[in-house]
């Protein structure tokens, strides 16, 4: 691989300096060197490596080394950021999703959300049936509420312009919406049942 | 492949058709509105079947295909007989022969309180309605019928439990009383529960009732009025001897 300028290509456990003379940043980590006793900072990721300078009033004169990946500029999803994502499951209370892109970045890796009955609408939240509001397949444009647990993200469509933006009809054509709780199959006619979201002005 | 070009519906009323067939055209016919029971598809303008049975219509417009098969597929207001696998939280996982589990959640009972949940044990016969059944998400089950009463749903207890297709369920449960029960319940005494899922639950008094009720039905299947009759009572000659 080229080296770019100062930059330099390095794998899982290539040791990167010592610990007493740099800092370990993202992407790094410190470890005993070979059960020496000698403590070392060793890259965690295949990506390039970049030595960021000590800022001059703190009191650890160090620099700290980075090591950036490719996933490193993909988006992350942050509480109160609008996501895109496509429903995979609708069960009784809730309905998983993945999450595709954030605002108008597509994500690197995969993240889980999850929408809650609660959070499916504004009014009546207790009298909502999932399966009248997404079905597996909608692509969704949701709010992130938290990050929730170790398995999925926390979605919202709460809001008018949040909901299904795209959804099949089960003719398999894209349905066209008609108000807030239904689109319509442009095939068969039929009509579907969906929280939709407003778009436009 | 000839393609017929106007289908009427009720050509195909009561015979048997296969996917793939085109039942009725639409744009032959005058503004009316059809409606599609199980096994039927709208493609455009016309209606083809998705499953193999026959064609049944009841009137004022509705169409469906009526089969029997081994497999049961959910469907909104059936009664079944199913068996409880595990037990959650708030609900409980029962099996009724679908692709997936049912949910029956545990205030589904009439009176149900949290503190007053039913514990049923794995292995439990419960006889129960289905309440929700949409593709994708597992089924839900309930205790009660649509006004909250109990109504002879719940838990049966002894008697014995056997499958069937979804085809005898269906005969079993015809008005007017279908032959081989009417016969046999001129001369045995017994009680009988049958699930639209293809399982049928018998108890009586003595378990040779038991084993000759079981056995008329499981025999019933592809025989007409008559031979039902005769069927059930040289069985009932070989229970006297």
Same mark, same amino acid.
């Given at each position: 691989?080229?080296?770019?300028?100062?930059?330099?290509?390095?794998?899982?456990?290539?040791?990167?300096?010592? $610990?007493?003379?740099?800092?370990?940043?993202?992407?790094?980590?410190?470890?005993?060197?070979?059960?020496?006793?000698?403590?070392?900072?060793?890259?965690?990721?295949?990506?390039?490596?970049?030595?960021?300078?000590?800022? #001059?009033?703190?009191?650890?004169?160090?620099? @700290?080394?980075?090591?950036?990946?490719?996933? %490193?500029?993909?988006?992350?999803?942050?509480?109160?950021?609008?996501? =895109?994502?496509?429903? @995979?499951?609708?069960?009784?209370?809730? %309905?998983?999703?993945?999450?595709?892109?954030?605002?108008?970045? %597509?994500?690197?890796?995969?993240?889980?959300?999850?929408?809650?009955?609660?959070?499916?609408?504004?009014?009546?939240?207790?009298?909502?049936?999932?399966?009248?509001?997404?079905?597996?397949?909608?692509?969704?444009?949701?709010?992130?509420?938290?990050?929730?647990?170790?398995?999925?993200?926390?979605?919202?469509?709460?809001?008018?312009?949040?909901?299904?933006?795209?959804?099949?009809?089960? $003719?398999?054509?894209?349905?066209?919406?008609?108000?807030?709780?239904?689109?319509?199959?442009?095939? @068969?006619?039929?009509?579907?049942?969906?929280?939709? /979201?407003?778009?436009?002005? | 492949?000839? =393609?017929?070009?106007?289908?009427? /519906?009720?050509?195909?009323?009561?015979?048997?058709?296969? #996917?793939?067939?085109?039942?009725?055209?639409?744009?032959?016919?005058?503004?009316? @509105?059809?409606?599609?029971?199980?096994?039927?598809?709208?493609?455009?303008?016309?209606?083809?079947?998705?499953?193999?049975?026959?064609?049944?219509?009841?009137?004022?417009?509705?169409?469906?295909?009526?089969?029997?098969?081994?497999?049961?597929?959910?469907?909104?207001?059936?009664?079944?007989l199913?068996?409880?696998?595990?037990?959650?939280?708030?609900?409980?996982?029962?099996? =009724?022969?679908?692709?997936?589990?049912?949910?029956?959640?545990?205030?589904?009972?009439?009176?149900?309180?949290?503190?007053?949940?039913?514990?049923?044990?794995?292995?439990?016969l419960?006889?129960?309605?289905?309440?929700?059944?949409?593709?994708?998400?597992?089924?839900?089950?309930?205790?009660?019928? /649509?006004?909250?009463?109990?109504?002879?749903?719940?838990?049966l207890?002894?008697g014995?439990m056997?499958?069937?297709?979804?085809?005898?369920?269906?005969?079993?449960?015809?008005?007017?009383?279908?032959?081989?029960?009417?016969?046999?319940?001129?001369?045995?005494?017994?009680?009988?529960a049958?699930?639209?899922?293809?399982?049928v639950w018998v108890?009586?008094?003595? #378990?040779?009732?038991?084993?000759?009720?079981?056995?008329?039905?499981?025999?019933?299947?592809?025989?007409?009025?008559?031979?039902?009759?005769?069927?059930?009572?040289?069985?009932?000659?070989?229970?006297?001897?």
């Open positions: 691989m080229r080296e770019e300028g100062e930059e330099e290509m390095v794998t899982p456990g290539e040791m990167l300096g010592k $610990a007493s003379e740099v800092k370990a940043g993202k992407g790094a980590y410190v470890a005993d060197y070979r059960n020496s006793g000698i403590l070392c900072v060793f890259s965690s990721l295949n990506g390039l490596r970049r030595t960021v300078s000590p800022s #001059p009033d703190s009191p650890d004169q160090r620099p @700290t080394i980075e090591v950036t990946g490719h996933k %490193a500029h993909g988006a992350v999803p942050e509480p109160g950021s609008v996501v =895109i994502a496509r429903v @995979t499951k609708v069960m009784a209370k809730t %309905a998983s999703a993945d999450i595709m892109c954030v605002g108008p970045k %597509a994500v690197q890796e995969k993240f889980s959300g999850i929408i809650r009955q609660q959070d499916v609408r504004a009014t009546e939240i207790d009298r909502v049936d999932m399966h009248l509001s997404f079905r597996p397949g909608d692509i969704v444009r949701a709010l992130v509420l938290s990050l929730g647990d170790a398995r999925a993200y926390h979605l919202s469509t709460a809001k008018n312009e949040l909901g299904v933006v795209s959804a099949e009809s089960t $003719a398999g054509a894209t349905m066209v919406p008609i108000s807030w709780t239904e689109m319509q199959c442009p095939l @068969t006619g039929q009509i579907e049942q969906r929280k939709v /979201a407003k778009v436009g002005s | 492949m000839e =393609i017929k070009p106007s289908a009427c /519906a009720s050509t195909f009323v009561d015979k048997s058709v296969v #996917p793939g067939d085109v039942v009725v055209n639409l744009s032959s016919m005058s503004n009316q @509105t059809i409606k599609l029971g199980g096994g039927l598809r709208q493609d455009c303008d016309a209606i083809s079947v998705m499953k193999a049975g026959k064609l049944r219509f009841s009137k004022p417009n509705k169409y469906w295909v009526e089969g029997s098969q081994k497999r049961y597929v959910p469907c909104v207001e059936d009664t079944v199913g068996i409880v696998v595990d037990s959650r939280a708030d609900n409980f996982l029962v099996d =009724i022969k679908g692709p997936v589990l049912a949910f029956l959640p545990v205030l589904a009972f009439e009176g149900g309180t949290r503190r007053n949940i039913p514990k049923f044990e794995v292995g439990t419960l006889y129960v309605r289905v309440v929700k059944a949409n593709p994708g998400m597992n089924p839900e089950l309930s205790c009660t019928d /649509a006004s909250g009463k109990a109504a002879e749903f719940g838990c207890k002894d014995y056997f499958e069937c297709s979804t085809g005898l369920s269906r005969m079993l449960l015809a008005s007017p009383t279908c032959p081989v029960l009417e016969s046999l319940g001129k001369k045995l005494p017994f009680e009988i049958v699930g639209l899922n293809g399982r108890n009586a008094e003595s #378990p040779s009732t038991v084993i000759v009720v079981a056995n008329a039905i499981m025999n019933s299947e592809s025989l007409s009025g008559v031979q039902q009759k005769i069927m059930v009572e040289k069985l009932l000659q070989k229970l006297q001897d």
